[in-house]
């Protein structure tokens, strides 16, 4: 059970390393790939999460005044919906990390509350499919 | 180990057990205080809310090294036992997986002969597979959105991964040579 019998000293770095090297920027492309591909702007919609179900979907171009959206998760958030974009107001959250976040006004984009269990993203509206594509 | 008397091997075997758990107990007392230290650091604007760098990694690696697996295993334990009491539920789940991926993904790398990977690669691993297993429990409690997170999470994870395996290079050798650790 004890490995430290050998007293060869590891080095920093071996050309084995490359390997986990590569694997993560092969994985931080395409990952980028696949956030930026679904670029149509035609419109936008707010997926509002709520502990892990999707609570509503808010298509923002049919917004005409801003309004406020109380959630209520494991805690209480608020999120403020215009037709430029989600940000959180306020959240009982100790670490307002959410609220930091500012708002999100484009595709791909997102912003949680991880205490709260809220979580918001934007989809462009062809994306939620049915019949907000059809109508948007 | 044959022809030594029943009560000498029991002793040996006794103290051996003593030093692995105080072994443990050392190294996830370390590991709390790396969690500590990480806590109190201002979280980067673009950081996914509860996500955590990987810094107490570096205990893990030690706890590999000098307890084995399962000793490992039970740092990690520790450390999601420490995130439930300090940061909530989703938190011990999140650290909890990211702990359990990045242990084996190290355990394994330090094991295997063939391939010789230096400290580099066991860290930026190690932190690599930390993020991915905090973004997956992310994905399940959280949402799907958290998924815009993983590119700007897996590059902070090699500049971790780098810090911690030269910290882990620098301070090994060390503590090879304290006799409670050898
Ligand atoms: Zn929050």
Redesign the pocket.
């Known amino acids: 059970m004890n490995y430290s019998s050998d007293n060869t000293k590891r080095a920093y770095f071996r050309m084995a390393d490359l390997i986990p090297l590569a694997v993560i920027v092969l994985s931080v492309v395409l990952g980028v790939v696949f956030l930026l591909s679904p670029k149509d702007e035609k419109g936008l919609t707010a997926v509002v999460s709520v502990e892990g179900e999707v609570y509503t979907e808010v298509a923002l171009d049919a917004v005409k005044e801003p309004y406020e959206l109380t959630l209520h998760g494991d ?1 209480e ?1 608020v999120l403020l919906i215009s037709s430029d974009g989600v940000r ?1 107001v306020t ?9 930091n976040t500012g708002m999100i006004s484009r595709s791909g984009q997102s912003a ?5 269990r ?1 979580s918001v993203k934007l989809i462009s509206s062809e994306e939620s499919g049915g019949i907000d594509a059809l109508s948007g | 180990m044959l022809c030594r008397g029943d009560s000498m091997k029991e002793k040996v075997m006794m103290n051996k057990s003593v030093l692995v758990l105080t072994r443990i107990g050392l190294l996830s007392a370390v590991a709390l205080i790396l969690s500590a230290v990480e806590n109190m650091i201002p979280a980067l604007p673009f950081a996914l ?1 509860g996500m955590k760098l990987g810094l107490s990694n570096l205990a893990v690696m030690f706890a590999l090294e000098l307890c084995s697996l399962p000793g490992a295993v039970c740092v990690v334990a520790a450390k999601a036992v420490f995130a439930l009491l300090t940061r909530g539920v989703t938190a011990f789940f999140m650290s909890l997986a990211g702990g359990v991926l990045a242990t084996l993904a190290m355990w394994m790398m330090l094991r295997i002969k063939k391939l010789q990977f230096g400290c580099l690669g066991i860290g930026i691993a190690g932190a690599f597979l930390h993020n991915c297993g905090q973004l997956l429990v992310a994905l399940v409690l959280v949402s799907d959105a958290v998924y815009a997170y993983f590119p700007v999470l897996s590059l902070a994870s090699v500049a971790t991964g780098a810090l911690t395996g030269l910290v882990y290079y620098i301070i090994m050798p060390h503590l090879k040579r304290i006799p409670l650790l050898s």
């Open positions: 805690r958030a959180f959240s009982d959250c100790p670490d307002k990390l959410c609220v949680v509350c991880l205490p709260a809220v | 809310p």
